[in-house]
């Protein structure tokens, strides 16, 4: 349900799993942003309300998080296919350790999930080998905007391995195509 254009404040606590912050509203119902970091106070547009929660996008950040960072890409907060640009990699790790944690005890109820600390990769950038695109109406390589199945047309991209990166910018369709999704895949010794 689409709600009206009001601006509220909240306090996000939380980074949850597919890459939201969550907050509460004054009413006490959990709200999930997008692209907000804990510990940051912002304003925000409802964009969807259900009985127990709702889901917002930011409008404004009033109070940054110190931890808050530039992403490297252009199309972050924009794109839906990454999550935490906005926090710093050795965070991130932090992040998705708590994540996991509470995803083993809220939906595994698993007391005390015997969680290692996050393996860190040796490089956080170009290591994916693998990437679905999808397209829009003119024919543009893209990902889906974040809660959304609207096609965001990128210039570029810093997950895919430099085979993939290297091709993918050189496709070109037709406007209107039946073609949905586009998967690149790279191999052993730049096979793609």
């Known amino acids: 349900m689409m709600v009206d ?7 996000l606590t939380t980074l949850t799993y597919g890459g939201e912050a969550m907050g509460r509203l004054e009413d ?9 970091l804990p510990g940051e106070r912002v304003g925000v547009r409802l964009t969807d309300e259900k009985k127990n929660f709702a889901r917002g ?26 999550h935490y640009q906005n926090l710093p ?35 956080p950038w170009n290591y994916r080998n693998h990437v679905q695109f999808s397209l829009d109406r003119d024919g543009k390589l893209g990902f889906q905007r974040s809660n959304s199945n609207r096609v965001v047309p990128i210039t570029e991209c810093h997950m895919p391995e430099a085979t993939i990166n290297d091709f993918w910018s050189q496709l070109e369709f037709e406007p209107e195509t039946n073609i ?9 010794d730049d096979d793609l």
Do not use: W
């Open 28 to 36: 006490g119902r959990a709200v999930f942003i997008p692209f907000g």
């Open 89 to 123: 990699y050795e965070k991130q790790l932090i992040a998705k350790t708590e994540i996991l944690i509470d995803q083993l005890k809220r939906i595994g109820k698993i007391e005390n999930p015997p969680v290692k600390p996050m393996v860190a990769s040796p490089n």
């Open 180 to 188: 949905e999704r586009v998967s690149l895949r790279a191999g052993m």
């Open 5 to 11: 254009s009001k601006i509220y404040e909240v306090t």
């Open 57 to 82: 996008a930011i409008v404004e950040i009033l109070e940054a998080s110190p931890d808050r960072i530039e992403a490297k890409c252009r199309h972050f907060g924009e794109c839906g296919g990454c």
